[in-house]
C-alpha cells in the first residue's frame, strides 16, 4: 500500500502542515484521548510515542511517565515539537520500520493514527515487540475499511479512478495483533462522524492527517474542475439536514500484551 517513497511523501505532508496541524486535527484527539483508559498506572516507565506528529500526545505522557520518547518520521513535526513541548520528552527522527532502540527496553507504546500508513504493517508491530519489554504494553488507534464512505461514493459517481485510500479490514489487523509473541487484550471499533462546512473544508483536513496521498490513483495532479464539481454534487446527497457534510471515519483501537 505505502511504499518507502509514499511514506516519505506523507512525511512532507505533515511536516508542511505542523504549524497549523493542532488546530484542524480533531480526529487525532479525539481518538488519542480515547486511549487514554488503557494508559498504564504506574509512573516509572520508558513510553514511547510512535509516530508523535507535533507531540501533543507525547506531552500529556511525559505529565505520567519517567522517561517518554517521542518517534516521528517528519523532521518538521520534530521541530515543532521540540520548540513547543515539555524539555523532559526525547525527541527521535525514525521510520517505524527500523525504530531506533533496543530490544526489550520501552514498557509501554502509544501510538494514535499512526499504523494505517504502514505497509508491510507486520514489519512494524513486529518492530513494536522487538522494543517491547515482556509484559509491555502497545495502545494504538488505526483507521478501517469502510472510512470516508461517503467521499468513496461521491467520486465513483464521476469516474472509475481511485480517489480515496483504501484502509485495511479490521480482521485482517486483529489477525497481525494475535501471535505466538503477542495477545490482543482490548479492542473497541467506532464510527466517529465529523462535520464539515463543505467538501473543500473536508479535503484541507484529510491533507492535514496525510489521507491525500493514494498510491494507485491513475491520473496524477488534482482532479479536474469539471470532475471536482460532480463528485461536490454527489456528497449532497449525503447532507444534513443543517447543510452540514458529514464524513465517516472507522476507528479501531486495541491494546496489546507483549507475552514473555
Given at each position: ?94 521510520d517505524a520500520y527500523e525504530i531506533p532502540l533496543q ?158
Open positions: 500500500m505505502f511504499d518507502e517513497k509514499s511514506r516519505s511523501k506523507i512525511a512532507r505532508s505533515f511536516g508542511s502542515a505542523s504549524a497549523s496541524y493542532d488546530i484542524s486535527a480533531r480526529l487525532q484527539r479525539y481518538c488519542g484521548k480515547h486511549l487514554m483508559p488503557w494508559l498504564p498506572n504506574r509512573n516509572d516507565l520508558t513510553v514511547l510515542d510512535l509516530g508523535s506528529g507535533t507531540g501533543f500526545f507525547t506531552e500529556l505522557l511525559a505529565s505520567r511517565y519517567q522517561q517518554v520518547i517521542g518517534l516521528d518520521i517528519s523532521k518538521n513535526m520534530l521541530q515543532f515539537a521540540a520548540e513547543n513541548r515539555s524539555n523532559a520528552i526525547h525527541w527521535l527522527e525514525a530490544d526489550n527496553s520501552v514498557d509501554f507504546i502509544y501510538s494514535n493514527l499512526m499504523i494505517q500508513w504502514c505497509e508491510p504493517l507486520d514489519t512494524v508491530l513486529n518492530e513494536v515487540m522487538r522494543v517491547l519489554k515482556p509484559g509491555g504494553l502497545f495502545a494504538f488507534s488505526t483507521l478501517v475499511e469502510g472510512t470516508l464512505f461517503e467521499l468513496k461514493s461521491s467520486w465513483a459517481q464521476v469516474d472509475n479512478d481511485q480517489h480515496v485510500i483504501d484502509f485495511k479490514p479490521e480482521r485482517e489487523i486483529k489477525a497481525l495483533l494475535d501471535g505466538a509473541d503477542r495477545k490482543l487484550l482490548n479492542v473497541k471499533q467506532q464510527d466517529i462522524i465529523l462535520e464539515y462546512e463543505n467538501v473543500l473544508h473536508l479535503a484541507h483536513e484529510l491533507k492535514g492527517l496525510g489521507a491525500n496521498h493514494v498510491p494507485k490513483k491513475q491520473g496524477k495532479g488534482l482532479a479536474g474542475k469539471d470532475k471536482w464539481q460532480k463528485m461536490t454534487q454527489s456528497y449532497q446527497d449525503f447532507l444534513e439536514p443543517s447543510g452540514i457534510y458529514p464524513a465517516t471515519y472507522k476507528v479501531l483501537s486495541g491494546l496489546v500484551v507483549k507475552l514473555s
